[in-house]
Nanobody, 118 residues
Framework: QVQLVESGGGLVQAGGSLRLSCVASTSIFSMFDMGWYRQAPGKQRELVAVISSRGNTNYADSVKGRFTISRDNAKKTVYLQMNSLKPEDTADYYC????????????WGRGTQVTVSS
């Protein structure tokens, strides 16, 4: 079982920045594809950004050019740098770890809340 612990959420004004972190409890962190998802009140959870075990990244169109996902395998941590935040970025942000080996391993953190005021 892998535990994921997010941090870095909070209240910020529109145009501001936040950096989310997610620390994983596994020694094979480098094998996992890591992602950030978000869920706004009354909406479905959606993909924000992913970074593969090889470092390839992909972003939702709504955050391209504003958010950057990165990882530090030595620290077993994935980051989400969020710049030029908008009120519509307000949501709970969740970290995900995914690895397909002999079976699929899929883990979620408990989330961290991001609120962007206008």
């Amino acid at each position: 079982q892998v535990q994921l612990v997010e941090s870095g959420g909070g209240l910020v004004q529109a145009g501001g920045s936040l950096r989310l972190s997610c620390v994983a409890s596994t020694s094979i962190f480098s094998m996992f594809d890591m992602g950030w998802y978000r869920q706004a009140p009354g909406k479905q959870r959606e993909l924000v950004a992913v970074i593969s075990s090889r470092g390839n990244t992909n972003y939702a169109d709504s955050v391209k050019g504003r958010f950057t996902i990165s990882r530090d395998n030595a620290k077993k941590t994935v980051y989400l740098q969020m710049n030029s935040l908008k009120p519509e970025d307000t949501a709970d942000y969740y970290c995900n770890a995914n690895w397909i080996a002999s079976r699929r391993y899929d883990y979620w953190g408990r989330g961290t809340q991001v609120t962007v005021s206008s």
